[in-house]
């Protein structure tokens, strides 16, 4: 499986931002996609996913401020990031894997990172 990630930049707080992340090759071997994120010093968190029923889990640091979706017909997951806050500031990593339980997964192949820079 191959995932190719696209959309961060930089941003002002209080700002938007939708990442998409759309998946090739044998994806028939995936059912939830996600994405984490890892800020300078931090440790890598998953920040939010969703499974092929469209079950989605959301970190509670961005509950109600990013939404995760996909579109199956195009093998793409988006993240709508709104309100944006330095805080967010992170590489953010598209990821793709098989379900453990809902939508807790094991991520098995990884697409490239997106800088999302969110200025004060």
């Known amino acids: 499986v191959q995932l190719q990630a696209s959309g961060g930049g930089l941003v002002q707080a209080g700002g938007s931002l939708r990442l998409a992340c759309t998946a090739s090759?044998?994806?028939?071997?995936?059912?939830?996609m996600g994405w984490y994120r890892q800020a300078p010093g931090k440790q890598r968190e998953l920040v939010a996913a969703?499974?092929?029923?469209?079950?989605?889990n959301h970190a509670d640091s961005v509950k109600g401020r990013f939404t995760i979706s996909r579109d199956n017909a195009k093998n793409t997951v988006y993240l709508q990031m709104n309100s944006l806050k330095p805080e967010d500031t992170a590489l953010y990593s598209c990821?793709?894997?098989?379900?453990?339980?809902?939508?807790?997964?094991?991520?098995?192949?990884w697409g490239q990172g997106t800088q999302v820079t969110v200025s004060s």
């Open positions: 990821t793709a894997g098989t379900s453990i339980r809902g939508t807790l997964f094991a991520p098995n192949y």
């Open positions: 090759g044998s994806i028939f071997s995936v059912n939830v």
């Open positions: 969703i499974t092929n029923g469209r079950s989605t």
